[in-house]
C-alpha cells in the first residue's frame, strides 16, 4: 500500500490543523492506521492509532485529549485532527499502515509494527 500526507503547514499555538493521508490499493481495511512525529533531533515516535473499522483509536499520553484520529474506509483515508496545538507539536507527521486481519484486536505502537510509510507533512506551531 502506498501512503500520501497532507495537511500540515504553520499555526499558532491553541490553533487546529487536520491532517490526511491517502492510500493506494483495495485492502484498507486490512490495516491499522497510525500517526508518527519527528522533532528535529529526537527520535520518531508515536501518536496514535486507529483499528481497521474506527470503531477502536488509541493515543500517547501528551496528545490524549487534543488529538482525534479517523477513518474513512470508503475514501481509503486517515485523519488527525489535532487541537490546542503547543509548539512542542511542532515536527514532521507521518501516518503509516500495519497489517492486521478485520475483527482482530490489535493496537501497534511500536515503528517496527508498521510495513508502510507516508512520506511526512510538516507542523510547525508558533508561540
Known amino acids: 500500500v502506498q501512503l500520501q500526507a497532507s495537511g500540515g503547514g504553520l499555526v499558532q499555538a491553541g490553533g487546529s490543523l487536520r491532517l490526511s493521508c491517502a492510500a493506494s490499493?483495495?485492502?484498507?481495511?486490512?490495516?491499522?492506521m497510525g500517526w508518527f512525529r519527528q522533532a528535529p533531533g529526537k527520535e520518531r515516535e508515536f501518536v496514535g492509532g486507529i483499528n481497521w473499522s474506527g470503531g477502536s483509536t488509541y493515543y500517547a499520553d501528551a496528545v490524549t485529549g487534543r488529538f482525534t484520529i479517523s477513518r474513512d474506509n470508503a475514501k481509503n483515508t486517515v485523519y488527525l485532527q489535532m487541537n490546542s496545538l503547543k509548539p512542542e507539536d511542532t515536527a514532521v507527521y507521518y501516518c503509516?499502515?500495519?497489517?492486521?486481519?478485520?475483527?482482530?484486536?490489535?493496537?501497534?505502537?511500536?515503528?517496527?509494527?508498521?510495513?508502510?510509510w507516508g512520506q511526512g507533512t510538516q507542523v510547525t506551531v508558533s508561540s
Open positions: 503509516a499502515a500495519a497489517p492486521a486481519p478485520p475483527l482482530s484486536s490489535y493496537y501497534p505502537r511500536r515503528i517496527g509494527e508498521y510495513d508502510y
Open positions: 490499493g483495495r485492502t484498507f481495511i486490512s490495516y491499522v
